[in-house]
């Protein structure tokens, strides 16, 4: 059975890896070094894209229910994001402190606009505070790797953000563009979810776990991917490349190929 963690869990691992990550930033020889997993960016760059991020999320979740998120100007003072260390990274706390401010404010459960809305996640303050964590964790990984000192998520983040990767970020009704597949994730800590891709769209269910529509047979899968959490969440954001030794990938490694360039938004 999978534990789902809870509202607080949420807010109190944003706590945990929004200091991670400002940590990581604070060792860093420089702020221009280059992000391997960004080469486009420094990692100034990196820091103002993630804390805009966490802004953007604070109006979001603040505005309440919307059918469009609020105009830039609910996030960005134009002031700009301070280039100094020691300004930037209290420019960093800022940031998070506005988002968990607005999220206990809000509670689990107030409407607000997202933009996965055709997900099997719902539309609420709950549901942004839940992707708020591998978000950040991800990006603190990005740091940590730019700085030479790379560490795993931790179990607990892991396995909750590569539940929310399949519920929000992979589950959708855009129609899948290929031949129908299963595909599916298992983790080394023992959890597994399985992805049906269809012309209904992309479907997510826990496997163990009883389903609305289906009792899925792990043994038909026509691809699937063993890791543990960590590894399965870097290989979701492109930070593992299919082939890396930290993946086993069984079946038809096509549909893997498929999924990364699939975007059901165009």
Known sequence: MHKLLTFSDHLRLIDERSTAFRTAVATAPSLDMPVPTHPDR????????????????????????????PEKSA???GTGTPREREALLAWWNESVERLTSVLREAGP???????????QSPQTSGAWARRQVPEIAVHTY????????????PDEVALDGFDDCQFT????????PHEPALVDYHATE????????S??????????????????????????????????????????????LKLKLDGDRRIFDQLIAWDPSV
Not at 109 to 119: K, L, Y
Not at 169 to 176: N, R
Not at 211 to 222: G, L, V
């Open 109 to 119: 459960d107030r409407g607000c606009w997202t933009w996965w809305g055709d997900s």
């Open 169 to 176: 970020l992979c589950s959708t009704d855009v129609a899948w």
């Open 42 to 69: 420094t990692l100034f760059d990196l820091v103002r894209h993630v804390g805009m991020g966490r802004r953007k999320a604070a109006a979001i979740v603040a505005a309440g229910p919307a059918d469009a998120p």
């Open 190 to 197: 023992g959890r597994s979810w399985r992805l049906r891709l």
């Open 199 to 244: 012309h209904d769209g992309a479907w997510a269910t826990r496997l163990g776990e009883p389903a609305a529509s289906e009792n899925p047979d792990p043994d038909t899968a026509d691809a699937s991917a063993r890791a543990t959490a960590s590894d399965l969440v870097l290989f979701f954001y492109g930070r593992i490349p299919p082939d890396s």
């Open 75 to 77: 996030w960005e003072t």
């Open 142 to 153: 990005d740091v940590q790797l730019t700085v030479g000192e790379p560490e795993p998520l």
